[in-house]
Every structure is written in structure tokens, then in C-alpha cells.
């Protein structure tokens, strides 16, 4: 199917265990992104990627570790998950380089961390 | 860096009337201020953008106003609906780097 998509949806981990949340896309849109989102701070981005080996931090990066060898896939891994990292984290692209170009979201994967 | 505040958090209507969402930003730099929707348990989605080479952008129901000077700009929606309940976000960004505000939950009355 055509889009962004986030894999897994939902996830339960412990305190301490590495986690990876998956995602990608099919437009082959350069840029790539992941926010978390939590109640009253709107969108936060961690890290974001202009193209393929490109990564940069964005507000947010401590505990989290982003890889981007191929265009379509931007996984995002936490090395040793905390109780604040429990949170909402949304993928997206934009297929735009120079101009201010719209971003699409996947649906997003809800993270406990207990 | 760049700040957005955005107000009111929450913002109750009754459907036919018209709701404004009021967003300010902090980087004189920014040119690009997208609305986001966000209905429950799915990502934000693009309703409406706009540049800051313009002072105003409508779509239909909704429109978008930039004041650049005063380094704010508002989201207006005409004749609410239900279906326009939903988390509303704004953003303002330079190049490809966004900055959303902490949102508004729209609920809209029948």
C-alpha cells in the first residue's frame, strides 16, 4: 500500500530493554522524521534525516538512536527504555528539499514503558 | 530556537458557529505555517498552510490569516460540524524543521 506506515501500533516494553519502532514509506520522499507526542507539548521531534545516511538531532534525541540506509526506512530505536520515554511517536516525510513542503504522518505507535 | 504558543488549549462551539485558534511564534526566520488535524488515534493531518509572502489563505470552510509583524497567525473555521471535532495544530517552521504547538481540542456541539 501507498503511504507512511508505523509498525507495531501499540507496544509494551520493561525498563531497560531496547526497542526499535519501524517505519516506511513508498512516495521515496527525502526527508523523514519522528515525534513524540505527549499531553500538553504537542509534537516534539527527536530526530529527522534529509536523505539515505543523513541524520540529525532534532529537540528532543537523548536515549534515542536513529539509522537511515535506505530512502524508504527510517527506524527509530531506544537504546534502554525509560518510563519518560512512554509516549506517542509519530513518523513522517516530506518529499521536499529546498521548499516548505507538507509532512505526512503515519498513524503513530503508543509506547508504555514499565 | 523557535517557540510556538498556541491558544485556547480547549475550545467548545456549537455546531453552525465559527471557532478561531490563535497561534503565535518566535523566529522572525519562520515562512511556512502549516494547520494540522488530528482526530483520535490517527496522525496529524494538513488542512490548510500558509507562506509568508501572504497575509491570508481560505479553503472553503476554513482560512488561515498571518500576521508577520506581530509574529502571529489564527486558524478560522465557518459553520462548524461535528466532523470538525478533532486536536488542531499549528506550526511554523524555516526550511524543513517544524515546530508545532501543544494544540487545541475542538469539540463541536450539536
Known amino acids: 500500500d501507498a503511504g507512511i506506515t508505523q509498525s507495531p501500533r501499540y507496544k509494551i516494553t520493561e525498563t531497560g530493554r531496547q526497542v526499535t519502532l519501524m517505519c516506511h514509506q513508498t512516495?521515496?520522499?527525502?526527508?523523514m522524521f519522528w515525534y513524540r507526542q505527549d499531553l500538553g507539548h504537542g509534537l516534539r521531534l527527536i530526530y529527522y534525516s534529509a536523505a539515505a545516511d543523513i541524520t540529525d538531532k532534532g529537540e528532543v534525541p537523548d536515549g534515542y538512536v536513529v539509522s537511515r540506509s535506505k530512502t524508504e526506512n527510517f527506524p527509530l530505536t531506544l537504546e534502554s527504555a525509560t518510563r519518560s520515554q512512554t509516549s506517542v511517536y509519530f513518523c513522517?516525510?516530506?518529499?521536499?528539499?529546498?521548499?516548505?513542503?507538507?509532512?505526512?504522518f503515519g498513524q503513530g505507535t503508543r509506547l508504555t514503558v514499565v | 530556537g523557535e517557540n510556538v504558543e498556541q491558544h485556547p488549549s480547549t475550545l467548545s462551539v456549537q455546531e453552525g458557529d465559527s471557532a478561531v485558534i490563535k497561534c503565535t511564534y518566535s523566529d522572525s526566520a519562520s515562512n511556512y505555517f502549516p494547520w494540522y488535524k488530528q482526530e483520535l488515534g490517527k496522525g496529524p493531518q494538513l488542512i490548510i498552510d500558509i507562506r509568508s509572502n501572504v497575509g491570508e489563505k481560505k479553503d472553503q470552510r476554513i482560512a488561515v490569516t498571518l500576521n508577520k509583524t506581530a509574529k502571529h497567525f489564527s486558524l478560522h473555521i465557518t459553520e462548524t460540524q461535528p466532523e470538525d471535532s478533532a486536536v488542531y495544530f499549528c506550526a511554523a517552521s524555516r526550511g524543513q524543521n517544524f515546530v508545532f504547538g501543544p494544540g487545541t481540542r475542538l469539540s463541536v456541539l450539536p
Open positions: 513522517a516525510s516530506s518529499g521536499s528539499t529546498t521548499l516548505n513542503a507538507e509532512a505526512f
Open positions: 512516495w521515496s520522499h527525502s526527508y
